[in-house]
């Protein structure tokens, strides 16, 4: 029987729309933190007890996009991305996020190791077809490297708060009746975060921009 130590990594990312967004990523030049909670695994390999540290991963998912496609963690295995929730019709910061994403996918759209993950946080309104009008009144035309994801209203809250560690729920006090992080997710072909970046602020969108080349690279 193998003991487990658990340790605590403040990963700083549960944000609200109308509050200050943190600015995880690398110092110019460094490399990249793995965030989120681990744990050091005691276990005996060979008659010795070694450690192994897990890491947070991001759950299995399978939501649809755009263009009506299945997309779930098989698809970005091996791929670098970032996720960030929002909703069509958000009065708030949706289009200041779109606007400051247009900018990374116009840098690595065509990477074929990059990819963009959307989730609408309103999928009774947000369906495929919706989604697919609201992609290209922004100008991306196919879903080659920006999904635009639908599907369970739960499944997605879950994976919103519990493996990208943002928020993301239905709050009929807000404005528009959700509540989201404005926050950009960066994550790597493992399925481990390595930045949280404001996506309404230009310099932490530009920072996330220069982080994902240390991850394509790699």
């Keep these: 029987m193998h ?13 609200f729309w109308q509050c200050e967004s943190p600015q995880s990523g690398s110092d110019e030049g460094g ?7 681990r744990y050091v695994d005691e276990i005996e390999r060979d008659g010795k007890m070694v450690e192994d540290t897990v890491y947070h991963e991001i759950a299995d998912f399978e ?9 779930s963690n098989a698809d970005v295995e ?9 909703f069509t019709t958000c009065p708030t910061i949706c289009p200041i996020m779109k606007k400051e994403m247009l900018r990374v996918y116009e840098t690595y759209k065509d990477n074929p190791n990059f990819l963009i993950l959307s989730h609408s946080i309103d999928p009774t309104h947000d369906t495929q077809e919706v989604l697919k009008v609201y ?11 920006w ?21 993301a729920m ?25 930045g949280v970046y404001d996506g309404t602020k230009s310099d932490q969108v ?13």
């Design 170 to 194: 239905e709050d009929q006090n807000e404005p528009g009746g959700f509540l989201h992080s404005g926050a950009f997710v960066l994550v790597d072909g493992d399925g481990h975060i390595r």
């Design 31 to 37: 490399n990249l933190p793995i965030l989120g909670n």
């Design 147 to 167: 999904n635009f994801l639908t599907g369970d209203a739960e499944k997605i809250y879950e994976i919103g708060q519990t493996s990208y560690l943002t928020t």
């Design 78 to 86: 091996g791929k670098i991305y970032v996720a960030d929730f929002f």
């Design 206 to 218: 530009d920072r996330l921009i220069r982080d994902i080349p240390k991850l394509l690279e790699q």
């Design 63 to 71: 939501f649809v996009n755009q263009v009506g496609d299945t997309i």
């Design 3 to 15: 003991k487990v130590k658990i340790l605590f990594f403040a990963l700083g990312a549960i944000l």
């Design 135 to 145: 992609a290209e009144k922004l100008g991306v035309n196919d879903a080659k490297t």
